[in-house]
């Protein structure tokens, strides 16, 4: 299995590994890193260093850089005397020290991105939003506004893309024909991150902005799932969002409880174990194996490699800093 998407996609690679599934990690972190450098770099967070892919746009765009249908643009965006990947702000957060560099690391999570593709058996993709900026002529998709994480806005050539049911749809369509293509009878499993938005750009109150771009993902992923028998929709969203859904009896939530924590984004401990719980019951795996089963055993530590569920490193987290 391979793990893609939003920034909640972060909590299923090291879990699924730790219940005995083979998750596929392509790109590794170098021998030694500590687990908390480890996680400020953006290892262990998906299969490989792609960062956050919230939107079915971005999937499609790091597909076809990685299949050779389209060649990555190569300009970095630039701070004093560091380099950054307008398509990864975060991955390297103090930047490369030469464009070089930041190349050599893209191709690299490019390598690794192919490498998932063809060996996989399941392709695991959480959508997570339909607010997305592009750069005008070229369109290519960047996972934050450029101006916050790194780089400078410029209303010349940056614009908001809000994605329509038919954008998300076919952008996700097309993403999952190119995989196909590459790796016949691939499964895919899709789900719909719990997370919402933090903040928006477009213009709208942002509880307004979350439940549109929520519900049209939603509604992408259950029919694509419903027309292809090799796609599968497994509910994170509702099982975080609904009360009570999913739960027996004895464990339904009292009145007014919740699972984000007290910032109403942050999905609670709590929230992330019940996804995690109904996803191993689902699939016959509900009980964790004996044994260590983690790369994160090599350290003597049995828990998943990040295991802080609020990521101030996140792409979509920055997205606060537009005020």
Known sequence: MVTFGSCFARHLGPAL????????????????????????????????RTGTLA?????RQWLAWALGDETAPA????AGERFFDPFRPTIEPDGFVSRAEMLASRQQALR????AIREADVFLFTLGMTE??????EGWVYPACPGTAAGRFDATRHRLVNLSFAQARAALVAALERLWAARPGLRMLL???????????SGHHVVTATTESKAILRAVAGEVAASRPVVDYFPSYELVTVPGFGASRAEAPAAGETLF??????????????????????????????????RADSTGDDEPLDDHLEDPHCDDAWAEAFG
């Open 17 to 48: 590994r730790k219940h005995g599934f083979t998750w596929l990690e392509t790109e590794p972190p170098p021998h030694g890193l500590s687990r908390e450098s480890a996680s400020r770099f953006g290892y262990g967070h998906f299969t490989c």
């Open 55 to 59: 939107t079915p746009t971005a999937l």
């Open 75 to 78: 300009d970095p965006w630039v």
């Open 112 to 115: 690794s991105l192919r490498r």
């Open 132 to 137: 997305s900026w592009v750069h005008d002529p």
């Open 191 to 201: 789900t719909v991150s719990p997370v919402p938005l933090t903040a928006t750009a």
């Open 261 to 294: 924590e007290a910032n109403r984004r942050t999905v609670s401990r709590r929230g992330v174990a019940r996804v995690m719980r109904e996803f191993f019951v689902a699939h016959g795996a509900a009980a964790k194996p004996d044994g260590p089963s983690s």
